[in-house]
């Protein structure tokens, strides 16, 4: 590692705790019901929304109330998403001529499986993309149901985390607030103006923005090459913002349209942090006891801060079987220069290792290189930051409710340890309360080992439905071994953690993956959603209890070590087996000279 590679980390998180405190503050002013500095000039089209919705700001919801409005307002955008993909080639805006006779000749046919794993996908705020933006999907496709669903999916999954926090903070409730108003309230005064900001800012800085039709261009070998255009730059925003991470096009924010400059990926990859980081102070303010939000902002940070030292430190060192080309070394000598394979050279290995730590880190799927190319341990972090279940600092809302889910059973643990029933934040943490937290880590767990277990061996007919060109799942893998195995892996820890970026070494668009990757989506949204609402509603109702001189302080750095470490541990006997078959096996076998 460089003293300027360590910098670049240190900085970007100087400028993360920065924002947090500001970002937090207004949306604990917002979901609290106070009026905020936007409020004068957004007030109007909130309540616009809720007239044209028939929705009564006053009225709460019980956390089964809650819940149904959440999983009907779910069902129904995926309706809709689904059957806009596949009428297409009927709407407006389609310059390339998607889904009609005069697509190009490189277009991919979005077909009945790509569109649920596409639907599912965005749904879900994972955005895994099986297909290629700038030759699948229309101008209106991208415009009307891809933007649009980042921007309420990642509302979603910040009115769960908002539930959460009031069932921590009310005391004897039987209401856990209104869906529709917390899911209007963020988009409102929360995504649409920074994702203005953030593309005025893009557009600055090159990302385009147009609706003109692709352009047509001859290189100087004489070949014709075709250049997409399109509305990138409002797409970027919000990709980033809202931790979508489904990009305009397929090689995502390595692409020049969407990050031309070091200065964009820089603040691009702030953008993925800057909502989930904002909202452990929100929960501080919220519940009344701001230390709270700094204890959950801590142990998310030394998670961070561990993992990109680990990842830029592995792809620094590089590959020592390229240490000197054509003479036998040891396995200690260093690769000249780093790891550059798959990475931007206007980027670096500091950046791109950063970038790839971040996007992991939140449930954001962006990526500026390509994760396959990593070294293995260079991997092996992107993987288990999913595999933890995507709470250092993760998705919006999503990474807060995943790490309170974590503090449920790291006081439990604690109170079993010193034999006291346990409590957090005067709340007693209950058989049902941890029941509900172990279900959510199960049902995440299961999804991503079984679908995995069955496409590692599984083989299909010769020309089956499920197959695509291949005779077996693992016939769309580019590598073989414990890497091929990583790929796998990798592509359904993704889905069901809602992360949505890949290995990129797994030709995923088949049927096969298609539908398992999307049912995996679903799963791992909703069956974590639905199981922290029921939390929500079972702490809203109790008492708070007085603090004692036994009540564990769940405020100081025994407690970040304490919640940090139930994360690690948690997620090591659960995945390092499979992990052990894959990453860790090629690291020790790399080592040795052996390579896949």
């Known amino acids: 590692m460089t003293p300027n590679g360590i910098l670049q980390i240190l900085a970007f998180f100087g400028l993360v705790a920065a924002v947090a405190k500001p970002l937090g503050a207004h949306m604990a002013r917002l979901f609290t019901g106070e009026r905020t500095f936007l409020h004068p000039l957004l007030r109007p089209l909130e309540r616009l929304c809720y007239k044209l919705a028939g929705v009564r700001e006053d009225v709460e919801q019980r956390w089964t109330q809650y819940a149904g409005s959440l999983l009907s307002f779910s069902f129904f955008s995926f309706l809709f998403t689904y059957l806009i993909q596949r009428l297409q080639g009927w709407l407006p805006w389609n310059p390339a001529g998607f889904g009609t006779g005069r697509a190009p000749s490189n277009a991919t046919a979005m077909t009945a499986d790509l569109a649920f794993n596409t639907a599912a996908s965005f749904v879900a705020n994972t955005n895994w993309q099986s297909y290629m933006g700038e030759t699948t999907v229309s101008y209106f496709v991208q415009m009307a149901v891809l933007t649009v669903q980042n921007f309420v999916s990642a509302a979603v999954g910040v009115a769960v985390a908002v539930a959460l926090i009031r069932g921590f903070a009310r005391q004897e409730a039987n209401s856990v607030g209104n ?162 394979e798959g990475k931007e050279v206007r980027f670096g290995i500091a950046a791109t290792s950063l970038f790839a730590t971040v996007t992991t880190a939140a449930s954001c799927g962006a990526v500026n290189s390509m994760h396959d190319s990593f070294t293995a341990l260079g991997g092996l972090i992107p993987l288990f930051n999913m595999q933890s279940g995507e709470v250092i600092f993760g998705g919006t809302g999503a990474g807060l409710y995943g790490m309170l889910l974590f503090a449920i059973l790291a006081v439990f643990i604690a109170g079993l340890m010193v034999g006291r029933t346990p409590e957090y934040l005067g709340k007693k943490i209950e058989g049902k309360e941890v029941k509900m937290a172990m279900l959510a880590i199960l049902a995440t767990s299961a999804t991503i080992l079984l679908f995995t277990g069955a496409s590692s061996v599984i083989e299909f007919a010769k020309d089956s439905y499920w197959n695509g060109s291949h005779g077996a799942a693992t016939g769309n893998l580019n590598n073989g071994g414990p890497h091929g195995f990583s790929e796998i892996l990798y592509a359904f820890t993704s889905g069901a953690a809602n992360n949505g970026s890949a290995f990129a070494g797994i030709s995923a668009n088949t049927p096969w993956y298609n539908l398992t990757i999307g049912l995996a989506m679903l799963f791992g949204r909703f069956l974590i959603i639905i199981p922290m609402l029921a939390v929500a509603g079972s702490l809203a109702a109790k008492k708070k209890l007085a603090i004692t001189s036994g009540t564990l302080p769940t405020h100081g750095a025994l407690f970040v070590i304490l919640l940090a470490g139930t994360v690690v541990i948690v997620g090591a006997l659960t995945f390092f087996p499979a992990l052990s078959l894959g990453p860790i096996v090629e690291h020790l076998l790399m080592l040795q000279g052996r390579l896949f």
């Open 179 to 340: 869906f529709w108003v917390d899911l209007t309230r963020a988009v409102v005064y929360v995504f649409l103006p920074l994702s203005l900001l953030g593309a005025l800012f893009l557009c600055s800085q090159g990302v385009i923005q147009n609706w003109s039709a692709y352009t047509h261009a001859t290189t100087l070998e004489g070949a014709t090459q075709v250049i997409a255009q399109g509305p990138v730059a409002s797409q970027e925003a919000i990709k980033l913002i809202g931790t979508n991470g489904g990009g305009f096009f397929n090689a995502n924010s390595s692409h020049p349209f969407e990050n031309p400059t070091p200065l964009t990926n820089l603040i691009e990859i702030l953008m993925i942090f800057i909502v989930p980081a904002g909202l452990t102070y929100t929960f501080g303010r919220m519940v009344g006891d701001q230390r709270q939000g700094w204890a959950i902002f801590g142990a998310m940070s030394l998670l961070f801060l561990i993992g990109a030292f680990i990842v830029y430190g592995a792809e620094q060192a590089g590959n020592p079987n390229l240490a000197r080309l054509g003479v036998e070394t040891s396995a200690t000598d260093a690769q000249p220069g780093g790891n550059m």
